[in-house]
């Protein structure tokens, strides 16, 4: 990982970061037992819903880990610990088994789609892995999405194209997350087959039709992506303006706190069971003031 330059080494001699190494140190020991014993870890869904007719289309699995001590800790920072410390491997083959076992059991064809960290895409056995997850669950691969963030052109071209090859060889559709933050580059998406691109947050929060730069962002990626035949997703919808906007900008498909938040699997089960497939936006128009 990327911890060189001026602000590592600041660190390095804050007392603060001698505090953060411990720290660090105490989350690696923690989640090896966590992995070990399989206690407070847990898959949430988020559903993803279409921008056109509100009905669910698919959920997005996020982990979820309820430290002995500390509480719910955010997958934005255990995921760089377990990159760190050799155990993205173990945590990325839980998180596939579980994502798949918990879809199969959700009716119709309802997806799921799975994060995926560079780390994870590095290794050459994750088709394997893929594939033995879908296995184990019975889950159908035209049910399965992988989310890859542009991070995983870092690593090797040759290796790279080989590994988009061989999961595209197994059948499962692939979308590029976070798009449009980090290594942006259009060179990517000549090449690389995904189906789906899930726009930023950043661009979508707080985007309205006033704040011309983010709604031109928006447009321009709907529009780039429909040329490429790729389904857009707009990540971390919130307001109703930023529900209203990324609609009338053409997104395909809506991800947010507007809709849902991730829900524990048994309330998933519950509310697919109660039919309820199809979302209102939670309350009434807001506009954010920030
Ligand atoms: P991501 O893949 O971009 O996931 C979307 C994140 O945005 C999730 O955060 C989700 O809870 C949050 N989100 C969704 N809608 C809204 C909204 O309307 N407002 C706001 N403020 N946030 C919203 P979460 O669950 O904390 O996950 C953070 C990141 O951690 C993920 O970003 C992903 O990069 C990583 N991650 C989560 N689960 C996994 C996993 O199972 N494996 C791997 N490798 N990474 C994961
Ligand atoms: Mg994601
Ligand atoms: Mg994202
Ligand atoms: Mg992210």
Redesign the pocket.
Known sequence: AAKGGGRGQYRFYSSELKDGAKLRRQIEEDLRDALVTEQGLEMHY?PLVCAKTSKVKCF????RWNHPERGWI???DF?PVAEDTNQ?GAL?EW?LRKACKDAASWPGDLGVA????AV?FANPELPQIVQNALDASGLDVSRLEL?LTESVFIGDPTATHEMFRDLKKLGVRLAL??FGTGYSSLGYLKNAPFDKIKID?SFVRGATEDDNNNAAIITAIVSLAGALDMVTVA????AMDELELVRERGADLI????YS??LPQDQVLAKLEAGELEYVPNGPAKHRSD
Do not use: M, R, Y
């Open positions: 988020q997005e699995s996020l982990v955010s997958p934005a995921i993205i990325g998180v799975i994060n995926v960290s994870q989310e997350d976070d947050q990540e971390g919808v919130e991800q947010g706190w507007i938040k991730a």
